[in-house]
C-alpha cells in the first residue's frame, strides 16, 4: 500500500548515520541524495530523509521496518545500541500481536520510535 515514507530531522547528519547502521543489518543502504534528502531502499528509495522546513518540531513517528529473520532484527537492535540509540524493547516475540511476532524498539536521533520486524518463525 505505501510506496515511500519521509520522516523531517533536526540533525541530517546524525540521523543519516544512525540509519545507515541499522538499516545496514536489514539490507538497506543509501540509494539517492538530493541536498540534504536522503533516500534509503534496496534497489530504489522507500524511507527519506530531510531536514525540518516546516514550522515547530517534529512529531514522534513509529517506522517499522521489515527484517528477513530474527538475527536482522538482533543485528539492527545491536547497531542501534552501538549507534548510542535509547532501547524502547530488546528483541523478543510479542505473542500479543501474533505468535511469531518478533520485534526489537529502538529511538533515533529525534525521538522517533523506530523497529525491525520479523514475521517468520524461528529458523531450525
Known sequence: MLDHLSIQ????????????????????????????VIGYGTDSPDFWLGPVDTGGAAREAHI??????RAAVRAF??????????????????????????????RDPDGNNVEAVCHAPEAS
Open 64 to 69: 517499522a521496518f521489515t527484517a528477513p529473520d
Open 9 to 36: 530531522v533536526r540533525d541530517v547528519a546524525a540521523s543519516a548515520a544512525f540509519y545507515d547502521a541499522v538499516l545496514t543489518p536489514l539490507g538497506g543502504r543509501r540509494v539517492m541524495e538530493f541536498g540534504p
Open 77 to 106: 537492535h545491536d547497531a542501534a545500541v552501538a549507534a548510542g540509540a535509547e532501547v524502547l524493547h530488546a528483541p523478543r516475540l510479542w505473542p500479543e500481536y501474533h505468535p511469531t511476532y518478533f520485534g526489537a524498539f529502538v
